[in-house]
């Protein structure tokens, strides 16, 4: 089955090829909006830069597309290493950000090839500023020869790096140049890149999160050993099919997308809801019993490599529950919480028990559910 939005962004590529083979005067339009030339040897944070600054919708979409296929292309090889754009590159960082610096532009420092001896090593802090007027102070030069080096190991097939001989055309310029017509060398790459849904794009709008990320959020729902309604129900977060008033309002179900939970008149999306609505706030989030601290993004998506699995079941639990009883308009209790929870961790350890996981419940579980009155005569604390 054809990817269609592989095959949209391809179509949308080939204008780029366009303008990189043809003379015609629209070019003169397109140079007043972007600088061309730059976004084929700067990195991909050029051009998420450069879109941010286009009024026109019909070239934003153009260099979203291009901005996508930079992401989806995998650098191979030593010649792929070494013509790797140096700057506004998301690998290559000082001070953990991509090298955004007009002396290294001026200096014509725009691949890794540049940076390097004959011998493919790294230039010493002195050489750099010796041959290449380029000045770093040490922990900088630190950081970025960390960055380089862990770059290159995660290229695969490299071999001995020696020196490119110039001119170089990068991988990605050769792309351009390899037909003259249609878009399946586009296409090609961009489809491998399938695994990431369309509400991707959606999200896009609310949070900057890296492709990578992306692909764990969309495995987030089967990670947890947890029931299939909270899968299912983190599945619908993560491809916005959540029932919120937003959504059904959406599909023509109810007549108003607004929270009813706060007097704000807002709509209720999935982050209203379980995240910024201040009566969630009040009720769960900021409540004496419970503190989450950890960010939006890794709350709404269940993610975070930091949190052990109790907490991230805890943290699907709270939403569920948060969205259960909006649903119902029941108003959210943290002594009601507290029962579920009770109720559902009591579950996890029978499952424990049987599967032979009692250490990982003992661990990560069990601490929860003690906190929520297991073992005690008396109801737990509201
Ligand atoms: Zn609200």
Not at 182 to 206: A, E, H, M, Q, R
Request: overall charge positive; charged content about 20%.
């Amino acid at each position: 089955m054809i990817n269609l939005n592989a095959f949209l962004d391809s179509l949308k590529l080939t204008w780029l090829r366009r303008l990189l083979k043809e003379n015609s005067k629209w070019k003169l339009l397109v140079d007043n909006m972007f600088n061309f030339n730059k976004l084929l040897i700067f990195g991909q944070s050029y051009c998420e830069a450069t879109i941010d600054t286009l009024s026109n919708n019909f070239w934003r979409d153009v260099l979203r597309s291009y901005s996508k296929l930079l992401q989806a292309y995998v650098p191979q090889g030593d010649f792929d290493f070494l013509s790797s754009p140096l700057l506004y590159n998301k690998n290559i960082k000082i001070g953990g950000i991509p090298i955004n610096s007009q002396s290294w532009y001026k200096n014509g420092l725009f691949y890794v090839n540049d940076i390097i001896n004959q011998n493919g090593v790294i230039y010493t802090l002195k050489e750099l500023e010796e041959k290449l007027n380029i000045k770093l102070n040490f922990l900088q030069y630190i950081g970025f020869k960390a960055s380089l080096t862990s770059y290159k190991s995660k290229i695969p097939k490299i071999t001995g790096v020696t020196k490119l001989t110039y001119p170089i055309r990068p991988p990605i310029i050769n792309l351009f140049f390899k037909s003259t017509k249609g878009c399946s060398d586009f296409y090609n790459i961009l489809n491998k890149n399938n695994d990431v849904p369309t509400s991707k794009g959606k999200w896009d709008n609310t949070y900057n999160i890296e492709n990578e990320t992306w692909k764990e959020i969309y495995q987030s729902p089967f990670n947890l050993p947890v029931s299939s309604l909270l899968q299912w129900f983190q599945y619908r977060i993560n491809h916005r099919i959540l029932s919120t008033k937003s959504y059904l309002y959406k599909i023509k179900i109810i007549d108003s997308p607004l929270c009813t939970s706060c007097n704000l008149t807002v709509d209720e999306t999935i982050t209203h809801m379980l995240w910024s609505c201040p009566e969630t706030k009040k009720s769960m989030l900021h409540s004496k019993n419970i503190q989450f601290n950890l960010s939006e993004e890794l709350y709404i998506f269940n993610i975070g490599k930091r949190y052990n699995i109790g907490t991230l079941i805890l943290i699907l639990e709270t939403k569920y529950y948060i969205f259960s009883s909006k649903r119902l308009g029941i108003p959210l209790s943290i002594k009601a919480f507290k029962n579920r929870i009770r109720w559902s961790f009591t579950a996890y350890e029978h499952i424990a028990k049987k599967t032979n996981r009692l250490d990982t419940f003992e661990k990560y579980l069990k601490p929860i559910l003690q906190a929520c009155g297991y073992m005690q005569d008396n109801l737990p604390q509201t």
